[in-house]
């Protein structure tokens, strides 16, 4: 059963050789007698040829073929025919005349098109998770998941080569609050107790910054317990590294570095050197996003005072009350439909504005609008000017708190770039965003919140601001690297100091016994001598989903849940026997259905 090559080795050269192929029948084709095999493996496809003059007994067996059977077959190498090359095959250019053949497995029909394209794939999602072990098999997803692979043998290699350590943290772990929900684990030996999975190894790797390892990187394995989307999973997998005696351009120097040597390798392309950088105020004010897809212009511009010191009574009022008037000009978008308008007006609905103001310019510059009696020509002019509007262009504008009028206008830019074809996956556009607010105020919980997390440093000009208690202008040294609109990666330079943790707990609402019980040992570490540290996390899966023009991070996982969080194959989460809950002191307390 020895196979002498893959599906995707022969050439040319190898014409005249005796080989042995192993694989499953992607595709078979009778013509006139003589039977055309495509045999599949995931190097490849080699077209197999049964010619009953040939081998009489041989073709008997392959007339039994259908897709997906397994099989190996041997033969001899030989030139296709002039005229008869596949050009979309590495192996187009030969096939094989088989004279021997062994049908290792049959196979019922399968409820997948296994040989389609990805643009041909139809099923819906969880008819591909219930039966993905079938949806693997297509070449497509399988170049996803080699590519992967391929992209964390150059990963390991950089760390390496660049004087990181490898070290494992553990799964099970200490519930601490902040973040999203914890998957917990209850302990059979400590009745009533419950260890956490981690959503990351944080704390883990700053305490190894403590015991002196000076560089660490980890491709860890981590949970979060929050609503699914194409790009979250419940578990999912980190590049995450954190080093010593570093501030964050250390950090992001390096992952410049990164981009270049790893990802600039795998994918074949010269990535910008130094990457560009952002801080979060320009980012919300140019393109509403902290994580802008810089592949297209359509920048935001900010016309507070000039709209607002007009007679449209909407943007006075909202400029006495402290809000923002943001808008944009759509170039080429002259000819949008009142429908297509009336639609963007309902999506930037959805991120609270209560309406959409629109202006044409006319091939004479002239702005026409339905709000025109309430400006005179020189401020519907100067508005145009403002934005950077010309002939065929549409203006927009949003009017609102900051944070709506930012988001909103942010939401309505990437709308209209889907419209107009604007998002090319071939165009890779990186920026760090930098000098995040240290803290965001929940209206939710009532109180500030960390805006990454509680270990992360305040810009070193802003501490005396954070422990004087002023929290809304207070700056982090935080920074996040973003890819086509995408926040690939993000982290911080942590606090090094125990008693400028400890401020940030308080000033997060947590009291002296809370700080104890949730983070003792976190905070005891740090009395014994902490270097200053800063790292970073990527998201592995969403890397290589964005580098390859996908949204969904599913198709780089071999055994993705779905949204529901739970796996139609292997039906998981499922229910357990009562004698293994009684093991573990479980009682269930569940909703009548």
Not at 21 to 43: E, N, Q, S
Not at 351 to 364: C, I, P, S, T
Not at 481 to 497: A, C, D, M, T, Y
Request: aromatic share 10%; with cysteine; net charge negative.
């Amino acid at each position: 059963m020895k196979r002498t090559h893959s599906c995707g080795a022969l050439r040319l050269e190898d014409v005249g050789k005796t080989v042995s192929l192993a694989g499953w029948v992607d595709r078979r084709r009778d013509l006139g007698g003589v039977i055309f095999v495509d045999l599949r493996d995931k190097y490849g496809k080699t077209q197999v040829v049964f010619d009953p003059e040939r081998n009489q007994e041989v073709h008997q067996i392959a007339d039994q073929l259908r897709n997906e059977y397994v099989i190996t077959v041997t033969g001899v190498v030989q030139k296709r025919p002039e005229g008869m090359e596949n050009d979309k095959l590495s192996t187009g250019k030969i096939d094989v005349k088989i004279d021997k053949i062994e049908i290792l497995n049959t196979a019922e029909t399968s409820p997948l098109a296994i040989n389609d394209p990805k643009e041909e794939s139809r099923e819906n999602d969880d008819l591909r998770l219930r039966y993905r072990y079938l949806d693997l098999r297509r070449p497509w997803i399988q170049k996803n998941l080699i590519l992967k692979s391929r992209f964390l043998k150059e990963v390991h290699n950089f760390f390496h080569e660049n004087g990181f350590e490898d070290i494992e943290t553990p799964v099970l772990c200490k519930s601490t609050p902040e973040g999203a929900r914890d998957y917990l684990v209850p302990s059979r030996v400590n009745p009533g107790r419950f260890y956490a999975l981690p959503q990351s190894p944080q704390q883990y790797k700053q305490l190894l910054m403590i015991a002196g390892m000076d560089r660490y990187y980890q491709i860890a394995k981590c949970f979060r317990d929050e609503d699914l989307r194409a790009d979250r999973q419940p578990e999912f997998t980190q590049i995450d590294v954190e080093m010593s005696f570093v501030d964050q351009n250390d950090v992001m120097e390096l992952f410049d570095r990164f981009v270049t040597e790893v990802m600039g390798k795998v994918w074949d392309f010269t990535p910008p050197s130094p990457i560009r950088r952002m801080t979060y105020a320009e980012a919300m004010l140019k393109y509403g996003s902290d994580k802008p897809d810089l592949r297209f212009d359509l920048e935001i511009k900010d016309v507070t005072e000039l709209a607002g010191n007009t007679g449209f009574g909407v943007f006075n009022s909202v400029m006495k009350a402290g809000g923002k008037i943001r808008g944009l000009a759509a170039k080429g978008c002259v000819d949008f439909t009142r429908k297509q308008i009336d639609d963007l007006t309902a999506h930037v609905a959805r991120y609270g504005a209560k309406g959409l103001v629109w202006m044409r310019v006319k091939e004479n510059d002239e702005v026409e609008t339905q709000v025109g009696k309430f400006f005179t020509v020189d401020q519907l002019n100067a508005l145009r000017d403002a934005v950077g509007a010309s002939a065929s262009d549409m203006m927009f504008f949003i009017a609102g708190s900051e944070k709506v009028a930012a988001t909103a206008m942010g939401q309505l830019r990437l709308e209209i770039a889907r419209i107009k074809g604007l998002m090319n996956p071939s165009v890779r556009e990186f920026v760090w965003i930098t000098e995040f607010p240290m803290f965001e105020y929940s209206e939710t919980e009532g109180r500030y919140m960390s805006m990454h997390h509680p270990f992360t440093s305040p810009m070193p000009e802003h501490l005396e601001m954070m422990l004087s208690g002023n929290l809304k202008d207070c700056n982090a040294q935080a920074y996040d690297l973003v890819l086509n609109g995408v926040e690939i990666g993000g982290g911080s330079v942590r606090i090094h100091k125990p008693d400028v943790q400890e401020k940030v707990f308080r000033l997060l609402g947590l009291n002296e016994e809370q700080v104890k019980e949730k983070f003792g040992f976190f905070v005891d570490a740090f009395k014994f001598g902490a270097p200053p540290h800063g790292g970073l996390a990527f998201g592995l899966d969403r890397v290589v989903a964005t580098m390859e023009g996908f949204e969904s991070i599913r198709d780089f996982i071999a055994f993705p849940k779905n949204t529901s969080a739970s796996s139609p194959m292997d039906q998981s989460p499922s229910e357990v026997d009562l004698t293994q809950l009684q093991d573990i002191h479980i009682s269930l307390n569940l909703p009548k259905k």
